[in-house]
């Protein structure tokens, strides 16, 4: 159930801007001239973001170290439709919200998911569903089916995200009902995570649906369980004139086609509504 008086739709924003400011998006894919400077942005002529790019297929470190994935091709387009050159900042999750707060950066492209909370501190563009996924090694070992099994498993995850505050919850209802604690254990990034489900050094990992199934579709590990605590992912911003901005661009994005065939190449569950929406602090 969406929070009263936190989304607002474009069709909202007709309401709330009025057309004429709607009229005002670009006409053409790629501006001359950038559409937003400062004080909206941190430096003239440039979108900076912060990625963590441990979470493949949405954002990953090739072998070349070049950056890479769905979010990346994402924010890049974003950054020339705005009119402004992309400049990446990869960074470990936990500081995508203080880096915000502290204008390190324009936004977070890491599919950062919806909370009311968040939504008090940042602007919120949700336009992606995703959901939470158990890797185990490959077999299945354990028998893991549900996240009942995991009751006084070893169960990794990335610090400081949606997975984390969910797999505790699910931890604490299940300690509730009378089953054995998990053992959970924080790590910097999903890429360490991994290695160490890959060491033996826990039993499970709790990931996003796509990243779990990038790994089982390489053959790492299997994906025991997908679809837990199903939410909105979002772009984060600082500024609510930048955010309103990508706004436009991402419908923009959305009639042109360039939405549907990036998130159909992926595999990525697209936005179900004809619009995308923007939740923040006076929305």
């Given at each position: 159930?969406?929070?009263?008086?936190?989304?607002?739709?474009?069709?909202?924003?007709?309401?709330?801007?009025?057309?004429?400011?709607?009229?005002?998006a670009?006409?053409t894919?790629?501006?001359?001239?950038?559409?937003?400077?400062?004080?909206?942005l941190?430096?003239?002529?440039?979108?900076?973001?912060a990625?963590?790019?441990?979470?493949?297929p949405?954002q990953y470190?090739?072998?070349?170290g070049?950056?890479?994935?769905?979010?990346?091709?994402?924010?890049?387009e974003?950054?020339?439709?705005?009119?402004?050159?992309?400049?990446?900042?990869?960074?470990?999750?936990?500081a995508?919200?203080p880096?915000?707060?502290?204008?390190r950066?324009?936004?977070s492209i890491?599919?950062?998911?919806?909370t009311?909370?968040?939504a008090?501190?940042?602007?919120?563009?949700?336009?992606?569903?995703?959901?939470?996924?158990?890797?185990v090694?490959?077999g299945n070992?354990?028998r893991?089916?549900?996240?009942?099994d995991?009751?006084?498993?070893?169960?990794?995850?990335?610090?400081?995200?949606?997975?984390?505050?969910?797999?505790?919850?699910?931890?604490?209802?299940q300690?509730?009902?009378?089953?054995?604690?998990?053992?959970?254990?924080?790590?910097?990034t999903?890429?360490?995570?991994?290695?160490?489900?890959?060491?033996?050094?826990v039993d499970?990992?709790v990931?996003?649906?796509?990243?779990?199934?990038f790994?089982?579709?390489?053959?790492?590990?299997?994906?025991?369980?997908?679809?837990i605590?199903?939410?909105?992912a979002?772009?984060?911003?600082r500024?609510?004139?930048?955010?309103l901005?990508?706004?436009?661009?991402?419908?923009?994005?959305?009639?042109?086609?360039?939405?549907?065939?990036?998130?159909?190449?992926?595999?990525?569950?697209?936005w179900?509504?004809?619009?995308f929406?923007?939740?923040?602090p006076?929305?």
């Amino acid at each position: 159930m969406k929070a009263p008086g936190l989304c607002l739709t474009l069709a909202g924003l007709l309401l709330a801007f009025g057309a004429a400011d709607l009229s005002a998006a670009p006409q053409t894919k790629y501006p001359t001239a950038p559409l937003v400077a400062p004080p909206v942005l941190i430096q003239a002529g440039k979108f900076i973001a912060a990625t963590n790019a441990t979470i493949p297929p949405y954002q990953y470190v090739d072998p070349q170290g070049r950056l890479q994935g769905l979010r990346i091709e994402l924010g890049s387009e974003i950054a020339r439709r705005l009119g402004l050159q992309m400049e990446w900042v990869n960074i470990e999750f936990a500081a995508h919200i203080p880096g915000l707060q502290a204008r390190r950066w324009d936004a977070s492209i890491t599919g950062m998911f919806y909370t009311p909370e968040r939504a008090r501190l940042l602007y919120m563009l949700l336009y992606e569903l995703q959901a939470i996924s158990i890797s185990v090694p490959r077999g299945n070992p354990q028998r893991i089916t549900s996240t009942r099994d995991l009751a006084g498993k070893r169960v990794a995850v990335e610090i400081g995200g949606y997975e984390e505050r969910n797999i505790r919850r699910i931890n604490a209802e299940q300690v509730a009902a009378g089953l054995p604690s998990m053992d959970i254990r924080v790590f910097t990034t999903f890429a360490d995570a991994y290695q160490a489900l890959r060491a033996g050094q826990v039993d499970a990992v709790v990931a996003v649906d796509a990243t779990a199934k990038f790994y089982q579709d390489r053959g790492d590990f299997d994906r025991a369980v997908s679809g837990i605590a199903g939410s909105p992912a979002t772009l984060a911003f600082r500024s609510k004139e930048l955010a309103l901005t990508v706004l436009r661009i991402m419908n923009q994005m959305r009639r042109d086609g360039f939405y549907q065939q990036l998130f159909d190449r992926y595999g990525v569950t697209k936005w179900p509504a004809p619009l995308f929406e923007l939740r923040g602090p006076d929305l």
